[in-house]
């Protein structure tokens, strides 16, 4: 009995009512977080889900769908907030927050916007650095409010539930949930970095020719 109890107390996340308490007080940091990332591209937002979504696995599954909902809400006030801004042509404010794009990606991006709707913003959102330029465009050619908003929170609602599925496999996969945010934090940002090598090398291979 003695042992078991120091066991909970040295590793609190083997205690169901500690877990609960973990993914609970996880809850205003997802939302500032991806909030945050939304709009300035520092955080990286997927992985801050998944990790959630680990914690909330070891939890029970209402959780995780707590973990859905308020990091699709939170996604999707940052697009609207980025939208907002680019659409009301603040230079000054676009570079500030590091969202300068060269010309070439903003016209592709116009494109695909124009081309595709709805599925671009969704595509934009699940591909790491695709939003960004997506929404840019859309500021630039005064994409309507009301064909935005609708478009913008489908997109962040998928976005929010592939990344918590990461994170619900992760939390299933490992015993301790430690060892789930590990994974999936590398693997999200693995993922990352791996896109956005290619999204450059396809780049620089186009500049070539």
């Known amino acids: ?7 909970i107390l040295s590793n609190p996340l083997h205690n169901p009512a500690s877990v609960e308490s ?9 939302v500032t977080l991806v909030l945050l990332g939304s709009i300035v591209p ?3 937002t997927g992985a801050v889900v998944s990790a959630a979504a680990v914690v909330a696995a070891h939890a029970g599954g209402v959780h995780v769908g707590v973990v859905v909902i308020l990091a699709a809400v939170a996604a999707y006030v940052g697009d609207c907030v980025t939208f907002a801004l680019c659409r009301g042509g603040s230079r000054p404010v676009i570079r500030w ?6 010309t070439k990606g903003l016209v592709k991006a116009r494109q695909r916007l124009e081309d595709h709707g709805v599925q671009a913003l969704i595509v ?18 005064d994409y ?6 609708p478009g913008g929170a489908v997109a962040a609602l998928v ?20 060892q789930g945010i590990v994974v999936v934090i590398a693997v999200t940002l693995a993922i990352t970095i791996a896109v956005r090598g290619v999204g450059r090398l396809m780049a620089r291979r186009e500049e070539a020719h």
């Open 1 to 7: 009995m003695v042992s078991n109890s120091v066991t």
């Open 22 to 30: 973990v993914a609970t007080a996880s809850y205003p940091w997802l």
């Open 42 to 44: 520092v955080v990286p």
């Open 97 to 102: 927050l590091g969202w300068d794009q060269d």
């Open 124 to 141: 934009a959102r699940l591909v790491p650095a695709g939003r960004i330029p997506v929404i840019m465009a859309a500021g630039v050619v």
């Open 144 to 149: 309507p409010w009301n064909r935005f908003l």
């Open 159 to 178: 976005w929010a539930m592939a990344y918590a599925t990461l994170g619900l496999v992760g939390g299933t996969v490992f015993v301790e949930p430690w």
